[in-house]
């Protein structure tokens, strides 16, 4: 089942294991040192009981959008497996064979999903484990369906166990319908899941042809999709070169435009050290010779990533201001899109006021995320 995906990792990266292991393609050193190697701030100590826990650290911490895990995984993943060791086994020898297998399989995803966590401290992300859990929801399905094998007194245990389910399935369905979720922004939780996630973002609208693209897009992504529409303005023969921002697929690059995104948001990291002595002047040169000619900022990504990415130092932190005052700024909103000057440019004098300004302001300390 897995030979496959193997397979095909390995014609794309020549290593089946990508991104571990030796590295390939545009994985280098310096991008297995910011995902894999442990900083001297890491919080390795604080989650390591995580892990020993799992998946129960998973289901109790896990929140959507933060902490260590950034899901919510509901109970019964962690409530009905365990009720193997209570329910009769079944005398079909090839349904004990299958259900070992399972047993094995599913052992295996916690070793998986407990080494991502050694290894990194983004490991513990629930998200980069959903691959094991079809294993997982087998065993529960299994349990729940022997427990109809289980004598009724003097205590019914299949009946409490389905009683729970079916509980948690109803307040799951009413917290879909009713219950609130923190919007992308906001500072309070507002809306509902079903408004939140259906109703608001008006699917049905744009399919029957009530709202065009851009008013869906600028629903659904706000000044995302102002930005783009901006992006799509500059002239054909522009590289822009994006910092914090993953997203580039409405860049309409027919004609020879460049949108290159920083797939994951190490960008400016990872040239801080690759590049010379890693000062701007040193980056702006090398991003020069590649052919940029803009800079796209998203500067929410910029402030949580300084603010929370334990791995940026007060060094990077200056030299980011430092960049600022070299480059010249087109329009500024939410996101800044940047014109790389040509080499013999001399900074102007507002380009000197903001270099000056942002030297004598304070820089954000780095926190653990």
């Known amino acids: 089942m897995v030979l496959p995906w193997l397979l095909r990792t390995w014609a794309f990266y020549d290593n089946p294991v990508y991104p571990f292991g030796p590295p390939t393609g545009e994985w280098d050193d310096l991008s297995a040192e910011f995902y894999f190697s442990e900083p001297a701030s890491s919080s390795l100590t604080n989650r390591s009981w995580q892990i020993l826990l799992l998946p129960l650290a998973a289901t109790v911490l896990g929140f959507e959008g933060g902490g260590d895990f950034a899901a919510t995984l509901g109970p019964l993943l962690l409530l009905l497996p365990p009720l193997l060791l209570l329910v009769p086994r079944a005398a079909n020898p090839p349904t004990g064979a299958a259900l070992r297998s399972l047993m094995v399989m599913a052992g295996l995803g916690f070793l998986a999903w407990a080494g991502l966590g050694l290894a990194s401290v983004y490991g513990l992300a629930t998200r980069l484990s959903y691959a094991h859990f079809p294993w997982w929801a087998l065993l529960a399905a299994y349990s729940l369906d022997r427990l109809r094998h289980l004598p009724a007194r003097p205590l019914d245990v299949a009946f409490i166990v389905r009683t729970v389910v079916a509980l948690i399935l109803a307040l799951t369905l009413v917290n879909h319908l009713i219950g609130t979720r923190p919007r992308e922004g906001a500072q309070t939780i507002e809306g509902t899941t079903l408004v939140s996630h259906y109703l608001e973002a008006r699917p049905l609208d744009y399919l029957l042809g009530v ?110 201001e430092g960049m600022r005052g070299l480059l010249e700024v087109v329009w500024e909103e939410d996101y800044v899109l940047y014109r790389v000057p040509p080499p013999e440019a001399g900074r102007s004098f507002w380009n000197q006021a903001r270099a000056w300004a942002a030297a004598v302001s304070s820089v954000p300390a780095s926190s653990n995320r």
């Not at 897009?217 to 706000?222: F, H, I, K, W």
């Not at 948001?265 to 052919?291: C, K, M, P, Q, V």
């Open 211 to 320: 709202i065009d693209q851009q008013t869906y897009l600028e629903n659904n992504l706000g000044t995302t999709a102002w930005m783009f529409q901006q992006i799509n303005t500059l002239p054909e023969d522009v590289h822009i070169l994006f910092l914090w921002e993953t997203r580039s697929l409405y860049c309409d690059e027919a004609g020879g435009r460049v949108c290159e995104e920083d797939t994951v948001l190490f960008r400016w990291w990872r040239d801080r050290r690759l590049y010379g002595d890693g000062s701007a002047e040193a980056i702006l040169n090398a991003w020069r010779a590649r052919g940029v000619t803009h800079v796209l900022v998203w500067e929410t990504g910029r402030q949580f990533e300084f603010e929370g990415q334990v791995r940026y130092t007060e060094e990077d932190f200056a030299a980011w």
